[in-house]
């Protein structure tokens, strides 16, 4: 069983600039959502995927926008980068239709923002 | 709006003594999760609690769930260094993960 993986590992950007962050979901996984987590914070959630449509947004404004692949893997794009994004971008894959709906989580991408 | 309160947020426990996070949540909801967060790494699963009076174990941890007092315990039993870590309670709210502050364990000899 393949776990969530997520690319790059890193990245650094300026301000103003646009970025795109993957994530490949565990074998078997039909949903992913994705959370933004600042430096000494809990994650926040800004939106989950099922079947190739939004499934549900958090509070974050449109700029942030997201894409999933037949084969549920998703991007997540932000554009005109500010130096707030600067975080661990973290995605989590699932299974809608199980009771628990548990989440597993990726390794994360470390974005800074100049 | 829902609202997920984690307390304490920082805890420092001697290793061997017991202790226990809780976390109050303001919404009803029927799933209840934990993690734990090591420095710079991802969030491992812990528990998924999904019934009033859930009661799970794993080791040194036990994490309980009260629906009716919107309260979910997470008990530490003779803690070890290896425990030292942030750990999450999260409420799941049509398809709406909302994550508590966090509490930062340190778990000292």
């Known amino acids: 069983e393949t776990g969530v993986t997520q690319s790059p590992t890193h990245l650094i950007k300026t301000r103003g600039q646009q970025v795109t962050l993957r994530c490949s979901s565990q074998s078997g996984h039909n949903t992913v959502s994705w959370y933004q987590q600042a430096l000494g914070q809990g994650p926040q959630f800004i939106f989950q995927?099922?079947?190739?449509?939004?499934?549900g947004r958090g509070n974050f404004p449109p700029r942030f926008s997201g894409l999933q692949f037949p084969n549920y893997s998703s991007e997540l794009n932000v554009n005109a980068l500010e130096l707030d994004d600067s975080a661990l971008y973290l995605c989590?894959?699932?299974?809608?239709?199980?009771?628990?709906?548990?989440?597993?989580f990726g390794p994360g991408t470390r974005l800074t923002v100049l | 709006e829902l609202k997920v309160e984690q307390n304490p947020l920082f805890l420092s426990m001697q290793e061997g003594k017991n202790y226990t996070i809780y976390c109050n949540y303001s919404t009803t909801s029927d799933r209840l999760y934990w993690y734990r967060q090591d420095p710079g790494k991802s969030l491992e699963s812990l528990f998924v609690l999904l019934s009033n009076g859930a009661v799970k174990q794993e080791g040194r941890l036990m994490a309980s769930l009260d629906t009716k007092a919107r309260l979910s315990t997470l008990h530490i039993t003779a803690a070890v260094h290896d425990l030292s870590a942030t750990y999450f309670c999260?409420?799941?709210?049509?398809?709406?993960?909302?994550f508590g502050a966090g509490t930062r364990l340190t778990v000292k000899p």
């Open positions: 995927y099922y079947r190739e449509e939004e499934n």
């Open positions: 999260a409420v799941d709210i049509l398809n709406d993960m909302r």
């Open positions: 989590a894959s699932s299974q809608i239709g199980l009771a628990s709906h548990e989440q597993f």
